[in-house]
């Protein structure tokens, strides 16, 4: 299953968040998990991101996902995959058709990114620390050097854990208040003494307003509160469990 988001739905461009539904993978990874990286079954992992590429109307080897690092790192594509490519990154740009670009998440923040008269697209993971680092910033450099102009880009945050549901120490809100004192604004006391609940989503979205985009959008989708259709880092850590899926967030150029 894949959500939409009315922002992207552009001609010549094909979209999607999908949900952690619709896949064959069992157990924890309950259903549609792509992650690689996961102890999940191989053979089911791959079919999953089949599904996923059908949904997308692209071949399996044109549903390119890079392996993510908590970097501000990008990459711009324009075939797919070859044998010994680095993939490290937490970005990926293209004005290649039919090339999918995704990146996959379990509670960081999912971000697509368009620019319709330019045909220039891009897909970012974004947790704090990419975020702090400028994967977002790098992003849409990496498109403007495609030929996208920011003015023209539509980017839209999906799903991703909410501020409810993400406490931190003290140590993390300090890192953010040496960067910007004005920083304060995305953290309110927890229960815990001394510790904070942080707002990843509103970092995200005010960060991709200073950009200068023609629109920004947020989906305003918890990953952690809704387990029926997402999975979630945070919440398999709280429940002690072994392992966790994701899901992935893909864009592409159908001309």
Sequence with gaps: ????????????????????????????????????????????????????????????????APYQIHSPDVIAVTTPWQDGTDRRADALVTSTPGLAIGISTADCGPILFADPKARVVGAAHSGWKGAV????????????????SPSGITAVLGPAISQSAYEVGPEFQQRFLEANPANEIYFLPSEKAGHFMFDLQAYIGDTLHGLGLAKVANMGLCTYADEDRFYSYRRTTHRGEPDYGRQISAIVLTR
Excluded: C, K, P, W
């Excluded at 999940?40 to 999953?48: M, P, T």
């Design 1 to 64: 299953m894949r959500l939409e988001a009315a922002e992207l739905q552009l001609e010549g461009l094909n979209h999607g968040f999908f949900t952690r539904q619709g896949g064959v993978s069992g157990g924890i990874y309950d259903s549609l998990n792509i992650g690689l990286g996961s102890d999940d079954d191989r053979d089911s992992v791959l079919e999953n991101r089949r599904r996923v590429a059908a949904e997308m109307n692209v071949d399996t080897a044109n549903l390119l």
């Design 133 to 148: 680092t400028g994967v977002l910033q790098n992003t849409v450099s990496a498109m403007v050097d495609l030929g996208a």
